[in-house]
């Protein structure tokens, strides 16, 4: 069965510095990775994904994540936070099977809080 | 048109009742995907369709839950004699295909907020 695992429920960071949001998984295979950002009363928005490649992966509104094989993480990052990137952050997996994709496993979620 | 639609948005109902739960997703996309999000809790994978046939129901709970997909587009989640347990926000999930590439992705609607009182 895979897992993941965000092991912080709230990160804070001052607006102008940079974060990073952890995440580590669990697969018996080769795993394809997700952010989702949550915003109160929406659903939720795809930010990015690892699916092969470049283990840097770059998404919307300025964040990256890097895909570490060995470390089993999938930290969601961004160079220098704004105070509109407070929300709850969702990282996923997904494994490929037979014709295509089976549903995502979620986090638990990270809230991000951008201080002023 | 635009997003996947989700309606009722919010659905209130007693202990026992029957609901539905319908769920419109972006004109063309096969693939529909149905997940629960508790309070607290990243959202939990419930069933998929790719086109009319559940491709993958292991994520639903129990024989009261069950969804269809009659004509390949709009689906509907029945659950059979709520209990209080069933009060969460039951989202759904549209993508192109199934396949995994850059380009296809997830595309989740605002959810339906169930509470069973």
């Known amino acids: 069965a895979q897992s993941v695992a965000q092991p912080e429920d709230q990160v804070n960071v001052a607006e102008g510095n940079p974060l990073t949001v952890k995440c580590t998984y669990s697969?018996?295979?080769?795993?394809?990775l997700f952010w989702y950002v949550q915003y109160p009363n929406r659903g939720l928005q795809f930010l990015l994904k690892?699916?092969?490649?470049?283990?840097l992966v770059k998404g919307s509104y300025g964040f990256e994540a890097e895909f570490n094989k060995s470390q089993t993480s999938f930290h969601l990052k961004k160079p220098s936070a704004l105070v509109s990137d407070s929300a709850l952050y969702f990282c996923?997996?997904?494994?490929?099977?037979?014709?295509?994709?089976?549903?995502?496993?979620f986090g638990k979620g990270t809230h991000l809080i951008i201080q002023p | 048109g635009a997003g996947v639609s989700q309606t009722p948005s919010n659905k209130v109902t007693e202990k026992g009742k029957y609901v539905e739960l319908r769920c419109d997703p972006i004109?063309?996309?096969?693939?529909l995907y149905w997940y629960r999000q508790s309070l607290g809790q990243g959202p939990e994978f419930l069933i998929y369709?790719?086109?009319?046939?559940?491709?993958?129901d292991s994520g639903l709970p129990n024989d009261r839950f069950f969804a269809v997909r009659p004509e390949g587009s709009v689906s509907t989640l029945k659950i059979q004699r709520t209990e209080r347990g069933d009060s969460a926000v039951y989202l759904c999930?549209?993508?192109?295909?199934?396949?995994?590439?850059?380009?296809?992705?997830?595309?989740f609607g605002a959810g339906t907020r169930l509470s069973v009182l």
């Open positions: 369709f790719q086109g009319t046939g559940a491709a993958d």
């Open positions: 697969v018996s295979g080769n795993p394809y």
């Open positions: 690892y699916i092969t490649g470049d283990n």
């Open positions: 004109s063309g996309h096969t693939a």
């Open positions: 999930a549209s993508s192109l295909t199934r396949t995994l590439n850059i380009k296809n992705i997830q595309y």
């Open positions: 996923a997996v997904s494994m490929y099977s037979g014709g295509g994709a089976d549903g995502l496993t």
